[in-house]
């Protein structure tokens, strides 16, 4: 069964440093989406991204992130200044044109 | 922005009782989803309700939307171990925008005891 992969799955990265999450979604699928958790809480949103661009961001995402499908395939996030907050699980999540959407394992991000 | 209030945040239930946890928003909704995260997993998709007052049933499961769509609830008949996890309830704005995020409830912490 297809399944949207996340890569890394950690990772540590100091304060102030760039990372850079990556995201493969499920090949037929349209939309995509970004989301974190921070430990032992909800799953906020962060961007949705349908037709090469931006659809909708949270205020989450400000101007440190940013989010591209370079190729045909990847879909990345980009934090460019990490923050002590901004240590949490990311999800990648995609849809075809249905309302499920399918969420990925998962980036752990650590910011020391 | 919206919110989805959901409670409780924890439920502790002897394997066999019965679960329910339930979802309110202040705003009417388009639909609502459920989702089901395991301890260190990701979250599944469980279902989704669009209609007033409608029910939904999934072995022993059994979601309902409210008849104003700003409430929901999921109950779980005689649980079993493989229950455990946290339960989200999710919504889109009434708008119902073709690429709209989720708003996820806080989630209701499934835990049981054999």
């Known amino acids: 069964e297809p399944e949207v992969t996340q890569t890394p799955s950690h990772q540590v990265t100091q304060m102030g440093q760039e990372v850079i999450l990556r995201c493969v979604p499920i090949?037929?699928?349209?939309?995509f989406y970004w989301y974190r958790q921070i430990l032992g809480q909800k799953v906020e949103f962060l961007v949705s991204?349908?037709?090469?661009?931006?659809?909708?961001k949270s205020e989450i995402f400000d101007d440190q992130f940013s989010v591209e499908r370079p190729d045909g395939s990847n879909f990345t996030l980009k934090i460019r200044s990490t923050k002590l907050e901004d240590s949490a699980m990311y999800f990648c999540a995609s849809r075809e044109t249905g309302d499920e959407q399918f969420f990925g394992p998962g980036t752990r991000l650590t910011v020391l | 922005g919206q919110q989805v209030m959901q409670i409780p945040q924890y439920q502790h239930v002897q394997e066999g009782e019965d679960f329910t946890t339930y979802c309110n928003s202040s705003t009417t909704l388009s639909n609502i989803q459920w989702y089901k995260q395991r301890p260190g997993g990701h979250p599944v998709f469980l279902i989704q309700l669009v209609k007033s007052g409608e029910v939904k049933k999934q072995k022993r499961l059994t979601f309902q939307f409210g008849e104003a769509k700003k409430n929901s609830s999921l109950h779980i008949t005689a649980t079993q171990t493989t229950d455990v996890g946290t339960y989200f309830c999710?919504?889109?704005?009434?708008?119902?925008?073709?690429?709209?995020?989720?708003?996820f409830g806080k989630g209701t912490h499934l835990i049981i005891q054999p």
């Open positions: 991204f349908y037709n090469n661009e931006i659809s909708e």
């Open positions: 999710a919504a889109r704005p009434y708008s119902g925008g073709g690429a709209d995020g989720l708003t």
């Open positions: 090949s037929n699928h349209l939309y």
